[in-house]
């Protein structure tokens, strides 16, 4: 064989190595992926921090470490789908969101049958030692469906994407008032009316769906009294019983500026759902405002970067699909934080990445696989020249 005809080497893992997982690693984003393995890494480590204080509420639970080894179970759980997740074209990101839509509806529709009730709320179901929320996988799932749904409104074939987009909204938030899950159907309509703004809504639909939105907001407080007793401790906190908010802000208050030290913190102990919901105070008490202020600027990193690139992508459904999944995850981030500083009533809300959860852990994990799989260097999947410190803006009318 000659020089000339021999084969050349390419070195494994190179920019030219054609195999799958070599392409993906070229073409993934692998700021965005550092910073939610940073994240998942924090959870971890928090779970450490706060289990052996967790487990002290069921007598049942021997090991301090219980929670902590279940943590690492989901937080491997979900690397492993959001690895997965991130290597599909956007066309399997279509079809696995619309299959676990279609699974998380009817699993919601079947709570009020096989959920397991939990302080006043069916919302999981209980799979051998496992609980599942369905909720937290519709989210993801919706978000890209919607995206999906209205670029296929856009483009005048006749297909009444709008009113499917709005009409399966309808009955996601149905299922989760019948929970009742308050602070789930806000994260989702906000997010949602956000992707139908960035799809292209002219503004005055804007006005219009504000307006609803206000009428929902003050229906769902005067329907449900658990939500008017949260607004009542929150605007009048001498009136109303504040224990589990108290103990949060004491707990973030001890902490200082570089907190008590890996497995010192005190407060943390009264703090109910301190593995959970409170997570956030956690990490405040022991490691103080140094771990507050990396954790929020690893997800304001990963929404910046990540909706900026989404404002590059050339197609409009990537667009709104990936720039509406960045934007759940601050969202919820953001609830999640001012919850915790006493900034707004208590919602029931995970830490994305952090939170004890294994519903949570997996269904952000399928969140950020999505965002990772539609944002991937795919050829003509961006503008030519398209530079990050340049963005495009969001395709509108």
């Given amino acids: 064989m000659t020089e000339a005809t021999a084969p050349s080497y390419v070195p494994p893992f190179s920019r030219n190595d054609p195999s799958p997982i070599a392409k993906w690693f070229w073409t993934v984003d692998r700021p965005l992926l550092g910073a939610a393995l940073a994240l998942m890494f924090l959870g971890v480590a928090l779970s450490f921090a706060s289990s052996p204080a967790a487990v002290l509420v069921d007598e049942s639970i021997t090991d301090p470490f219980h929670y902590s080894w279940r943590m690492m179970v989901f937080a491997g759980a ?147 009294p658990h939500v008017q007793s949260r607004v009542a401790k929150f605007v009048s906190p001498g009136a109303e019983d504040t224990h589990q908010i108290d103990r949060a802000s004491e707990a973030i208050r001890a902490g200082g500026l570089v907190g008590r030290g890996i497995g010192e913190g005190v407060m943390k102990r009264s703090v109910p759902d301190l593995h959970t919901d409170f997570i956030y105070s956690v990490g405040a008490e022991e490691f103080g405002l140094v771990l507050s202020l990396i954790m929020i600027g690893l997800y304001a990193f990963i929404v910046v970067r990540g909706m900026r690139k989404a404002r590059m992508l050339n197609d409009p459904f990537e667009q709104t699909a990936a720039a509406g999944l960045f934007m759940l995850i ?54 030519p020249g398209a530079s990050l410190y340049r963005p495009r803006r969001m395709l509108m009318p």
Avoid at 347 to 375: E, R
Wanted: aromatic letters at 10%; one cysteine or more; charged letters at 10%.
């Fill in 78 to 224: 979900g690397l492993t789908g959001m690895l997965m997740m991130s290597l599909l074209s956007p066309r399997g990101v279509r079809r696995i969101a619309v299959l676990a839509l279609l699974g998380a509806i009817v699993t919601m529709a079947a709570l009020p049958f096989i959920g397991d009730p939990v302080k006043g709320a069916v919302r999981w179901v209980d799979i051998g030692p496992f609980g599942l929320q369905p909720s937290e996988f519709a989210k993801p799932a919706l978000i890209v469906f919607a995206a999906w749904m209205f670029s296929e409104g856009q483009k005048g074939q006749g297909v009444p994407g709008v009113s499917i987009a709005f009409g399966t909204y309808a009955v996601v938030v149905a299922l989760l008032l019948i929970q009742p899950d308050i602070g789930q159907t806000l994260l989702i309509t906000t997010t949602f009316m956000a992707v139908f703004f960035m799809a292209g809504v002219p503004l005055r639909w804007v006005a219009v769906l504000g307006g609803i939105g206000a009428a929902g907001m003050a229906a769902i407080y005067l329907l449900f």
């Fill in 330 to 383: 601050g969202l919820q981030a953001c609830i999640n934080i001012a919850v915790n500083l006493n900034l707004i009533p208590t919602k029931g809300m995970t830490l994305p990445f952090i939170s004890y959860g294994g519903s949570s852990m997996l269904a952000m994990g399928l969140t950020m696989g999505f965002a990772l799989a539609l944002t991937r260097r795919r050829p003509g999947a961006y503008e």
